[in-house]
């Protein structure tokens, strides 16, 4: 496996750029209220589905 080496590995880790703490800060946010969109988005689909069902009378 002439490929895999740890000098190689070492030397593409050490290439990797990670996020500072105010970019992970300000993605985790972003990434906590996009799921609340969806959570209300998947509600009120629930909602609207439910009261058509219900004024066709299959619930």
Request: aromatic content about 16%; overall charge positive.
């Amino acid at each position: 496996m002439k490929w895999f080496n740890l000098s190689a590995i070492f030397k593409e880790i050490s290439k990797i750029r990670w996020p500072k703490k105010e970019d992970l800060a300000v993605n985790s946010v972003q990434v906590i209220i996009f799921t609340g969109i969806f959570v209300i988005f998947f509600a009120l689909c629930l909602v609207v589905i439910s009261a058509f069902l219900t004024n066709l009378g299959v619930l």
